[in-house]
């Protein structure tokens, strides 16, 4: 494909991301491929000009001579005694809902069958219980975060 081709088509996929963004009423749209990354933003809402701002980036090359990983080692993981791992992907919620105090909070106590957080998975809403009593040492999500199939969720000790 020469170049003149690329450059068209690049600009279609921006304008068919810029018409998502409109149609959708979205204030932001962000996406990244192998070498660019494009963002754009909905500033009606901010400013009083209805302007896009797009960005195009390349990505930057870093070796990994550059990068210092701290690896902390996990006190934790799914196959803990304790652990309460998500049977399914979907997105876990702290609450029975938004502003409602929390199922369980980091020390307190369970006991089994108590509700620990809810799932949301195809608009179901699924409730995970504590498979024993005891002490809520460990929650490894955050409330509204999507979650993996087998993630560490709660450690009962």
């Known amino acids: 494909m020469n170049k003149k081709n690329s450059n068209k088509e690049n ?10 963004v409109n149609n959708n009423d979205l204030s932001e749209l962000e996406y990244e491929a192998e070498h660019f990354k494009i963002k754009i933003k909905n500033n009606l809402n901010n400013s009083p000009s209805p302007e ?6 390349p990505k930057a090359n870093i070796s990994e001579n550059n990068i210092k990983i701290e690896e902390k080692p996990e006190k934790f993981n799914n196959k803990h005694p304790g652990a309460v791992n998500s049977p399914m992907v979907g997105t876990a919620y702290s609450s029975p809902e938004p502003g409602k105090e929390t199922f369980i909070k980091l ?12 799932i949301e998975a195809m608009k179901v809403m699924n409730s995970i219980t504590a498979h024993k009593s005891g002490k ?3 929650i490894g999500f955050e409330d509204g975060q999507p979650i993996e ?3 560490l969720l709660v450690v009962i000790e």
């Open 11 to 20: 600009l279609n996929i921006v304008q068919d991301f810029v018409d998502i």
């Open 107 to 118: 020390n307190s106590s369970v006991s089994i069958g108590d509700t620990l957080l809810i």
């Open 136 to 138: 809520i040492v460990h």
């Open 149 to 151: 199939f087998n993630q």
């Open 52 to 57: 896009k701002t797009i960005v195009k980036t």
